[in-house]
């Protein structure tokens, strides 16, 4: 059996764009990190890849005895047409990862001390300009309902001396992967109009931020058990667009009409309603916990995404 090793964090899923940047800003902080993934590799980074299946425990459990702390950012991406079949298999590739986990952590001699969970703020479902915090109730809708089961999962685990804490995340933005890359593109070519009416919300946070949340979610006991992984200023689409467009330098795109991003989402093999829904989502419990962002707001997190050339460098 392993003694418990203050230093060390299981990420699973962590092959992602946020899993990246979740490892280095922990090997920055000293820790070393040991992913869970389908495919592992050879790396020359110092970082453990471990072949797991989220379906059922097998020798890839043993490297959670002793571990400081677990994080889970396995499930299937929302990213794609939202047929029977598509959102059967993201429920399950949530619900499933969490039920194993949970099982694998009571059959561990030296549990981690902190899970911090992924959620998604799409539990509130479409709620026009109302603003949720982590009081609000659940909404409606298929993905809303997956949300809702992933967490009650999470939470319905039997987990004595591991605490947990989950995180609803909102629109990651990143150059290096999520939705950011894309409406970038679209953008340059001058198709960053807002779409349908813009006045549905998006509720952002910068990568660096959350990185920063899932961190201090694991490094502070006091930290709140749910918390909304969001920017404190959500905007429409519209507002959104704009902002973009501005650190692009391209002034004026066309307005996509609902027809026009049915057509695209088909075309890019993507849900239409993830960019024509959206929610008004509040960091209630973060700002009460103290935590500090570094990019509150959109004109900040672009002008340190694009610079003011509409071409420079994210900064950590």
């Known amino acids: ?27 920055a902080r000293n820790y070393s990190v040991t992913v869970l993934t389908r495919q592992p590799r050879r790396r020359e980074d110092g970082v453990e890849e471990i072949a797991w299946q989220p379906d059922h425990i097998g020798g ?16 299937h991406s929302i990213h794609c047409r939202h047929t029977p079949e598509n959102l059967r298999f993201i429920r399950q590739s949530r619900l499933q990862s969490v039920a194993t986990l949970a099982a694998a ?35 409606q809708g298929a993905l809303a309902e997956v949300c809702r089961a992933w ?17 609803r995340l ?13 409406l970038e593109k679209l953008t340059k070519w001058f198709l960053g109009g807002r779409a349908g009416g813009g006045r549905q919300f998006v509720s952002w946070i910068h990568l660096a931020d959350l990185t920063r949340v899932a961190v201090t979610a ?12 969001v920017a404190p200023h959500p905007v429409t689409n519209a507002e959104f667009m704009r902002h973009l467009r501005r650190a692009l330098h391209r002034p004026w795109s066309p307005p996509a009409p609902v027809w026009a991003v049915k057509l695209g989402a088909r075309l890019l093999g ?7 829904t959206g929610c008004r989502c509040a960091p209630k419990r973060l700002l009460e916990a103290g935590f500090q962002f570094q990019f509150p707001d959109l ?16 900064r950590p």
């Open 60 to 75: 890839w459990s043993r490297c959670l005895d002793g571990a400081a702390a677990l994080v889970n950012l396995a499930g």
């Open 1 to 27: 059996m392993n003694a418990p090793s203050p230093k060390r964090v299981v990420i699973a899923g962590g092959t992602g764009f946020i899993g990246r940047a979740l490892t280095s800003a922990l090997r």
């Open 170 to 182: 909102g629109m990651v933005l990143g150059r290096n992967g999520g939705a950011l890359p894309v």
């Open 105 to 139: 952590l009571q059959q561990t001699p030296h549990p981690p001390r902190v899970w911090v969970q992924a959620g998604a703020v799409g539990i509130y479902g479409d709620r026009g300009d109302e603003w949720c915090d982590e009081t609000s109730r659940p909404g």
């Open 299 to 314: 004109p900040s997190a672009f002008q340190n995404f694009y610079g003011s050339d509409g071409a420079g460098r994210e």
């Open 270 to 276: 993507t849900e239409p309603s993830l960019v024509l």
């Open 151 to 167: 967490e009650e999962t999470f939470f319905a685990a039997s987990t004595p001396g591991t605490r947990r804490a989950l995180l």
């Open 218 to 229: 694991l490094e502070r006991e006091d930290w709140p058990e749910l918390a909304n992984a």
